[in-house]
C-alpha cells in the first residue's frame, strides 16, 4: 500500500491505509481505530516483517515488552496503544503524529545549509531526555519498577511534531529488537553508530540511552556522524578507542575560541559520551537539567516554525493524505458494519447495490399495473371480463381502440366443472371495473350473462356498458 492506494488491510478493529514508513524491522501504515458508539480515530500501526516473528520466543517476549511500554505516559513520548498477534502477524498501534523525523529535519536543514542552533539542537534533546526519563522511571499497576529501556533512541526514532513538541518512539520494537542485536553468527544488527559499547556486549541499561542522546546531539552540532566507516568493524573500532573531539571544536575548526555557553554545551556533551557509563550522568534528567542550565532553551513556537519551514511539502502531502484517508474510512463505516479481515492485495469486496434492483421490481409492478388497467371494453366475449387492479383508487376507462386483443393470464376465464360454465376471479371489494360501473352493481352482472334454450350464451346488456 504506497501512498494514494485505497486499499485497506484490516485486523480486529483497526484499517491499515498507507505505507509512512518502512525499516529493517517494520513497515509503518496510517491506520483507522474503530470504536463503539461511531468512535474513530487515525492511528500509526507497526507492521513488524515476518523474520523477527518467526521465533516463538521472541513474539511472547515482544507482546510483553510491548505491553509494558504502553504504561509510559509522557508528553515527549510517542504513546503505545495496542499491541496485535493475527495469522503469524504481529501489530503496534501507536498515536498518530503529525510531524517530521529528526532524521530527516537534520538531512534538510544540512541540504539547505542551515545548520542547527546550539539551543534548537539542545532543546530538541531535552525534550528526548525528559521523555526518556519517564520511560525508565515507569511503574506497572503494582507499583513495581518495570525497567524499560529503548535501546534504540536514533535521528530516526525521534520525531518532531508541527507543534514544536519532540516524541520519542518505537520502546516496546526497540527493547525486544535489542535481544536479536547480536545475532548466532556474529553480526550486529540495528543502528550501531549509536549503540553505547556496554551494549555491544549485551548489557544495555538506561546508562545506553544517555549514551545515545548525547551522540545524536553532537551529530546536530556538528552536522557530521560521530562514528563511521566502511564496514561495522571501522565502526566498532571508532566507538570503543578513538577519541571523540568536543562539537565546537568539530563545528568551528581550531581557529576560534568557544564561548562560554558552548563550552559549557561541550561538557555536557561530553559527559554523555563517556565509555564508563559510571562516569555519565546517572539518569536522562540529571542530563537534561545540565542542557537546561547550559544554554538557552528555544521556545516551542519557534522549534515549530523550523519545523514547518524545512517540511512544509512532507507535511502538506500527510495532511492530504490523512484527510483522504479519513474520508475513505467515513465511507467505509457508513456501508460495512464489521471490519474484515483481508489478506495483502485483495480488494475490498463490493457492496451489493440493491437500489437498482428494488427500482426495476417498482417498474415491473408498475407495467402491470398499467396493462390491467388497459383492459378491453368491447363487446367480444373476452372483452367482457372484469379485470381488478391492486390499487384500490379508481381507474379511468379505456377506449376501445386502445383495448389489446387478449386477456392477461392472470384473469382468463376459467371452467367450472360441475356446471360446464366459465367463472370470473373474485372481485376485491374496494375496487371499482374497468368500465366505470361502481362495484355495487356486480350482484346484477354476476354472472353477465345467461344461457338460451340452445345452450348459447348471453351477455346481459346493461354489463357491457
Known sequence: MTSGDDSVYRVG?????????????????????????GFSATVAVKRLRPELISD????ARFIDEARLSACVRHPNVVQTLDVISARGELFVVMEYVHGESLGRLSELAIARGEPLSPALAGTLIAGVLRGLHAAHEATGPDGRALEIVHRDVSPQNILVDAHGTVRVLD????????????????????????????????????????????????????????????????VIEAMLLLPIDPPSLVARGDDARPTEAMAALDRVVMCGLSRNPADRFATAREMAVALEAAIPL????????????????????????VA????????????????????????????RRRAPIVAAAILAAA???????????????AAAATAVAPDPAPLASVPPSEAPKTLPPAVVPTRDAARDRPTLPPVHPRARAVSGAPVGRASACDPPFSFDDAGRKLYKESCLR
Open 298 to 321: 528555544v521556545p516551542t513556537d519557534e522549534v515549530a516554525a523550523w519545523v514547518a519551514r524545512l517540511a512544509a511539502v512532507s507535511l502538506r502531502e500527510k495532511r492530504a493524505m
Open 56 to 59: 516463538a520466543d521472541f513474539v
Open 13 to 37: 478493529r483497526y484499517a491499515l491505509y498507507d505505507v509512512i514508513g518502512s525499516g529493517a524491522m517494520a513497515r509503518v501504515h496510517v491506520g483507522r481505530a474503530r470504536g463503539d458508539g
Open 324 to 351: 483522504r484517508i479519513e474520508a475513505l474510512s467515513a465511507m467505509d463505516d457508513a456501508g460495512s458494519a464489521a471490519p474484515v479481515l483481508l489478506e495483502p492485495g485483495l480488494a475490498r469486496p463490493r457492496k
Open 367 to 381: 407495467a402491470a399495473a398499467y396493462a390491467i388497467g388497459r383492459l378491453p371494453t368491447s363487446s367480444t366475449p
Open 171 to 234: 520502546f516496546g520494537v526497540a527493547k525486544a529488537a535489542g535481544r536479536l542485536a547480536v545475532t548466532r553468527d556474529g553480526r550486529i544488527r540495528g543502528k550501531l553508530a549509536y549503540m553505547a559499547p556496554e551494549q555491544l556486549r549485551g548489557q544495555a541499561t538506561r546508562s545506553s540511552d544517555v549514551y545515545a542522546s548525547a551522540v545524536v546531539l553532537w551529530e546536530l552540532l556538528t552536522g557530521r556522524p560521530l562514528f563511521s566507516g566502511e564496514r561495522d568493524t571501522d
